[in-house]
C-alpha cells in the first residue's frame, strides 16, 4: 500500500495561515499537520519525528513548511530542519513567512519583466524604492531585488532607524546591499521618487501610500507595483488587473507603466502551487527559499 503525503507545517505564531492550509490542499496533500506557537529549539525534534517515523520510501512523501511572519526566525528554523536531517531519511522543506516569499518573488519578477519588456532595461540597471519595505512582504522584495543588482531603499513611514536596522539586518544575512529611508508627509515621499526608476508598494491593505499628486514629481520612473489590493490601493492611478498599463498619473515620467494587485496575485498564486506540487514530485529532497521562489516566478512569466 503506498503511503500518503504529508505535510508537516510549522508555525511560531498563535495560529496558523488559512491560506497556506488551502493552497497545499489543492497542491495535492493528503493529509496536513499543523502546529503553532513552534519554538526555534523544538524545530530540531519535530523534524527528525516526522523523518524516522516513515522508512526512505515514506520520506518522499513527507514535507515540511514553515510560515510565520518573522523572515529571520523562519530561515532559522529552515537551518535548524536542513541540520535535523539524517539521509536518507531527508524530507523537502519550504520556507515562505505570510506569503512573503512567494509574494515578493512575484512582484520583484512581475516589476522585472516589464521592465524588460517596456524599456528594455534589466534590475541592476535601476535605483528603486520598496514601501512600506521593514514589513515582511518589503523586506523579501528588496531581499530579492537587492541580490538581482537594483540599488534598493526600504522605505519606512515613521523613522529612519527602523528601515536602516532592517536593511542592515538582511544586508548582513544575504549580501545585499539595501539601505533605509522614510517618508513621513507627501513631500518627503514626492522627494524620494523624484529621481527613482522602480517603485514596489507593499504597504498594509486598505493603504493609499502614493497620490497621484504625489506621482507627478516623478521624473524618471519605468514601472511602478502594488499589492494591495484592497481599496483604496497602495499607488493611485494603478488598477488591480493593470499589467504594463500606461500609469497616466506619472504625468513628468510618460513612460512609466503599472503592475497592479491582481496580476502580481496571479503569479503569487501559481508560484506557491508550483513550489508546493515541487516537493510532491522530487526525488531528491529540495530546501526552498526565496532565491528558489524568485527564480520560478520568472519561469512563470
Request: charged share 20%; aromatic share 6%; net charge neutral.
Amino acid at each position: 500500500m503506498s503511503k500518503r503525503s504529508i505535510l508537516h507545517m510549522l508555525d511560531p505564531m498563535p495560529h496558523n495561515s488559512p491560506f497556506d492550509v488551502n493552497m497545499a490542499v489543492d497542491a495535492g496533500f493528503d493529509v496536513l499537520m499543523p502546529y503553532s506557537n513552534v519554538k526555534l529549539d523544538s524545530v530540531h525534534r519535530l523534524v527528525q519525528d516526522a523523518i524516522f517515523s516513515r522508512g526512505p520510501a515514506g520520506v518522499k512523501q513527507t514535507a515540511m513548511f514553515i510560515g510565520g511572519r518573522d523572515l529571520g526566525l523562519a530561515m532559522d528554523m529552515l537551518n535548524s530542519c536542513k541540520q535535523a536531517m539524517v539521509p536518507p531519511f531527508e524530507v523537502s522543506v519550504l520556507v515562505d513567512p505570510s506569503g512573503a516569499f512567494t509574494t515578493a518573488a512575484a512582484l520583484v519578477a512581475c516589476v522585472a519583466k516589464q521592465l524588460k519588456d517596456q524599456h528594455g532595461k534589466a534590475l541592476n540597471e535601476c535605483t528603486a524604492l520598496v514601501f512600506g519595505g521593514t514589513g515582511p512582504v518589503g523586506i523579501a522584495t528588496g531581499i530579492i531585488a537587492s541580490l538581482a543588482g537594483a540599488d534598493i531603499a526600504l522605505v519606512d513611514h515613521l523613522l529612519l532607524a527602523t528601515a536602516d536596522d532592517a536593511a542592515k539586518e538582511y544586508n548582513r544575512r544575504f549580501g545585499c546591499t539595501m539601505r533605509g529611508a522614510v517618508a513621513t508627509n507627501a513631500a518627503e515621499k514626492s522627494a524620494l521618487i523624484e529621481q527613482v526608476n522602480l517603485i514596489f508598494c507593499t504597504a498594509k491593505a486598505g493603504i493609499q501610500v502614493l497620490s497621484a499628486e504625489v506621482l507627478q514629481h516623478a521624473k524618471q520612473l519605468k514601472v511602478a507595483g502594488d499589492v494591495n489590493a484592497v481599496p483604496p490601493l497602495g499607488i493611485e492611478g494603478i488598477n488591480s488587473k493593470d499589467f504594463g498599463v500606461p500609469l497616466a498619473a506619472a504625468i513628468n515620467s510618460p513612460k512609466a507603466v503599472a503592475v497592479g494587485a491582481l496580476a502580481v496575485g496571479n503569479i503569487k498564486y501559481k508560484l506557491q502551487q508550483a513550489l508546493l506540487k515541487t516537493m510532491l514530485e522530487t526525488d531528491k529532497p529540495l530546501y526552498l527559499d526565496f532565491r528558489n521562489a524568485y527564480a520560478m516566478a520568472e519561469q512563470l512569466l
